[in-house]
Structures are given as structure tokens and as C-alpha cells.
T-cell receptor, first 117, second 117 residues
Framework: AQKITQTQPGMFVQEKEAVTLDCTYD???????LFWYKQPSSGEMIFLIY??????QNATEGRYSLNFQKARKSANLVISASQLGDSAMYFC??????????????FGTGTLLAVQP | ETGVTQTPRHLVMGMTNKKSLKCEQH?????MYWYKQSAKKPLELMFV???????ENNSVPSRFSPECPNSSHLFLHLHTLQPEDSALYLC????????????????FGPGTRLTVT
């Protein structure tokens, strides 16, 4: 079974509007971390935001926020006030267990976001 | 200085060639990773090094040989590759925080686009 599921292969959004990118995960470990990365066409994976499984509040970083619904095992990324530069692939990832030497990240298949002027 | 650099950015090699990919991190991290990103597939973790010791090898064929001479440098030596090895190879680094909670997000380089002919 897939550990990380991103069901939206592609999304369009108008500039200045908000957009939600979906991510669901599957784990039996009570301790885990959820990450979102952005990959522009240049190839580099850019870290955006992190949510720990024990965090009480949803993570926010500037225009990015993570809508963490633990019972539903979902960790959706919300981008507010979209900009043209937000056009990229977005990957959800999970680390099971506490941070450690392996710190293995499991990635989803990604969502391609296109911001339209 | 950019956090994680990779050279070369593009590489075309024949199946009988030997080449090496280089990764360097300037973030003071002590764990480094190699990932393979093929078209329409999730990122695949290949190798993990922590404190210059290999701590994970995800069943990668022996034609890929990693080397970590110090905590700032990571190499991937390539020999007798196959066309299906064509992909984007990404290097990442993070803090190794064994047994501790927290994000310890991985920071990625821009990748090497490898084409095997």
C-alpha cells in the first residue's frame, strides 16, 4: 500500500487565489513527521513546511500552511495568494519514527501546480 | 554559498563509461543522501550516510557505488550503467538527530540529469 498518496496529478489556480494540494498518508507509527517540498523546473527540491505528529497546531510558514487532520491521516498544503512563481511540482513526504540516522523520507508522486495570470 | 551543490548538472554517458557525481553541502550537516527521481515515479532513496558511515543501502545495484570522504562531500560513482538508469539524481543533507523528535528536514541540491545511451 502506498504510504503517501497525492491524488491530484495537476492543478490550476488563478494568480492571487488560494489553492489546496491534497496529501494522505498511512502509518501505524505514533511518531512521524510530514513535509512538503516544491520542485521547480530547475530540479531542486525546496523545503516548504513541516508538521510533527504530536504538534497541536497546524504549521504555517508565510503563505504556506499545512491543514493537518490526524484522524483522517491527511496533511494538505494550502498556498494563499498564489504567485506565478509558485508554478512547480509539489511533493508531500513522510518520515516515520523519530528523526534519526536514516531519517528516511517517503515521497508521494507529486502534484503539478500551474498558476495562471 | 548555496547550501547543497551538485556537479555536473547534466551528464550523458555510454553504458561502458565510468563517471562520478559530486555533492557538497555547506550547511554543517552530518547526514547525506542520494535519491533517484525517474519520470512519473516517486523519489527513491538510494543511500544514506551519517557521520561518514553508510547507514542505509536500499537494494541499489552495484553499478552505483557511493563514497563519503567527509561530512561535507558525497560522491556517486557510476559504471556500466543501463539506459533505465537515466534519471535525475538528487543529493540531500540534514542533521542526524538519532532518537530525537523534530523536523530535521533534508535540504536538496539541484540534481544531476543523467542520460545513459
Amino acid at each position: 500500500a502506498q504510504k503517501i498518496t497525492q491524488t491530484q496529478p495537476g492543478m490550476f489556480v488563478q494568480e492571487k487565489e488560494a489553492v489546496t494540494l491534497d496529501c494522505t498518508y498511512d502509518t501505524s507509527d505514533p511518531s512521524y513527521g510530514l513535509f512538503w517540498y516544491k520542485q521547480p523546473s530547475s530540479g531542486e527540491m525546496i523545503f516548504l513546511i513541516y508538521q510533527g505528529s504530536y504538534d497541536q497546531q497546524n504549521a504555517t510558514e508565510g503563505r504556506y500552511s499545512l491543514n493537518f487532520q490526524k484522524a483522517r491521516k491527511s496533511a494538505n498544503l494550502v498556498i494563499s495568494a498564489s504567485q506565478l512563481g509558485d508554478s512547480a511540482m509539489y511533493f508531500c513526504a513522510m518520515r516515520e519514527g523519530r528523526g534519526g540516522a536514516t531519517n528516511k523520507l517517503i515521497f508521494g508522486t507529486g502534484t503539478l501546480l500551474a498558476v495562471q495570470p | 554559498e548555496t547550501g547543497v551543490t551538485q556537479t555536473p548538472r547534466h551528464l550523458v554517458m555510454g553504458m561502458t563509461n565510468k563517471k562520478s557525481l559530486k555533492c557538497e553541502q555547506h550547511l554543517g550537516h552530518n547526514a547525506m543522501y542520494w535519491y533517484k527521481q525517474s519520470a512519473k515515479k516517486p523519489l527513491e532513496l538510494m543511500f544514506v550516510y551519517s557521520l561518514e558511515e553508510r547507514v542505509e543501502n536500499n537494494s541499489v545495484p552495484s553499478r552505483f557505488s557511493p563514497e563519503c570522504p567527509n561530512s561535507s562531500h558525497l560522491f556517486l560513482h557510476l559504471h556500466t550503467l543501463q539506459p533505465e538508469d537515466s534519471a535525475l539524481y538528487l543529493c540531500a543533507s540534514s542533521q542526524d538527530a538519532s532518537g530525537l523528535a523534530g523536523g530535521y528536514e533534508q535540504y536538496f541540491g539541484p540534481g544531476t540529469r543523467l542520460t545513459v545511451t
